[in-house]
């Protein structure tokens, strides 16, 4: 490995970021700052101090997908604005030292110890959710009533059954009442009861 040369873990997530960075559009502002834009959110980038207003490039120390866009617009190497942590000289020094040899697992010393187990897992009150929490940097799902169309008036925004237009009832016909009232009948089989007229209650005998 030289010593500019980057670890596999550095080379996989800028492969990464790359790709990612493909998406974002970058605008220059002027004075060494520009701006990113990811979907309808912007990032403010500057290439010369490595900072994002998303965060990424200053925790991770590899340039995130703003800044990469930025990168590749400006016709610079990414290589150059990786932190030098990730790169073969550091690589090396890390392991400079002498590292004591460790024996082969058959040859440990064994103990009478008891197994450590995992805590249980203790179902918490109440309904657990159905939907998974999103990110502070996803996109919020949208309203369903923002793509219904009526039917009737062919307008956005609301359905056949609350449409305000003059086109006719939107309401669907009320059902009729079955009754389930049981008769009776006489000795030569015909209907001997009578309803009840309305608001009044029948009398019993």
């Known amino acids: 490995m030289e010593p500019q040369d980057l670890t596999e873990h550095a080379k996989v997530e800028l492969e990464l970021r ?16 520009y701006e990113v834009r990811e979907g309808h959110v912007k990032f403010p980038v500057r290439i010369d101090s490595r900072t994002c207003g998303c965060g990424v ?39 400079a030292e002498h590292m004591q040899p460790m024996p082969d697992p058959t040859q440990w010393p064994e ?3 008891p197994t450590i187990n995992p805590p249980g897992i203790k179902r918490t009150a109440g309904r657990p959710p159905k939907q998974r929490k999103r ?30 237009s003059g086109t006719g009832s939107s309401k669907a016909p009320p059902k009729q ?3 389930t009232r049981k008769r009776k009948t006489g000795d030569d089989g015909a209907s001997t009861s009578k309803a009840a007229p309305k608001g009044k209650k029948s009398k019993q005998a």
Request: hydrophobic share 30%; net charge positive; proline share 3%.
């Open 111 to 113: 103990f009478n110890l």
């Open 57 to 95: 490039w200053q925790v991770s120390g590899i340039p995130c997908k703003h800044g990469l866009r930025v990168i590749y617009n400006q016709r610079l190497d990414p290589l150059d604005f990786v932190s030098h942590f990730f790169k073969g000289a550091a690589y090396k020094l890390a392991y």
């Open 18 to 33: 790359t790709v990612e960075s493909r998406f974002c559009y970058s605008t220059p502002c002027g004075g060494g700052e």
């Open 177 to 179: 009442r079955v009754s």
């Open 135 to 164: 990110g502070a940097m996803e996109a919020k799902k949208r309203k369903r009533h923002t793509s219904v169309k009526c039917s009737k008036c062919k307008e956005m925004g609301h359905n056949a059954r609350t449409c305000k």
